[in-house]
């Protein structure tokens, strides 16, 4: 079955940086759209980021940069100057749409991996 497993939450300090991973298996990773969402506590699920399968991408954030390895299956977010606001779960998500912004339109999950920025 396809499986999203997120890594490389923690904790870090206002300003510093974090690289998240995201290792998918049982699907033809290279053909996916992939995304990152986040979920502040009390907020809703939002969008983050997303890359194509050719390599296009789009972000909310330009602190933030999505990237992919098909090679290792794996997609990345690295995140730079993060504020106290960043913290939140993240969660990556495969689309076999072309692009694709809403949460209904995912059709695979990972569990998240949670980050805190402490100010």
């Known amino acids: 079955q396809v499986q999203l497993v997120e890594s490389g939450g923690g904790l870090v300090q206002a300003g510093g940086s974090l690289r998240l991973s995201c290792a998918a298996s049982?699907?033809?990773?290279?053909?996916?759209?992939m995304g990152w969402f986040r979920q502040a506590p009390g907020k809703e699920r939002e969008f983050v980021a997303l890359?194509?399968?050719?390599g296009g991408t789009d972000s909310v954030k330009g602190r933030f940069t999505i990237s992919r390895d098909n090679a290792k299956n794996t997609v990345y977010l690295q995140m730079n100057s993060l504020k106290a606001e960043d913290t939140a779960v993240y969660y990556c998500?495969?689309?076999?749409?072309?692009?694709?912004?809403?949460?209904?339109?995912?059709?695979?999950w990972g569990q998240g991996t949670q980050v805190t920025v402490s100010s």
């Open positions: 049982g699907l033809t990773f290279s053909l996916y759209t």
């Open positions: 998500a495969a689309t076999s749409g072309a692009v694709r912004y809403k949460e209904a339109e995912y059709d695979y």
């Open positions: 890359i194509n399968w050719s």
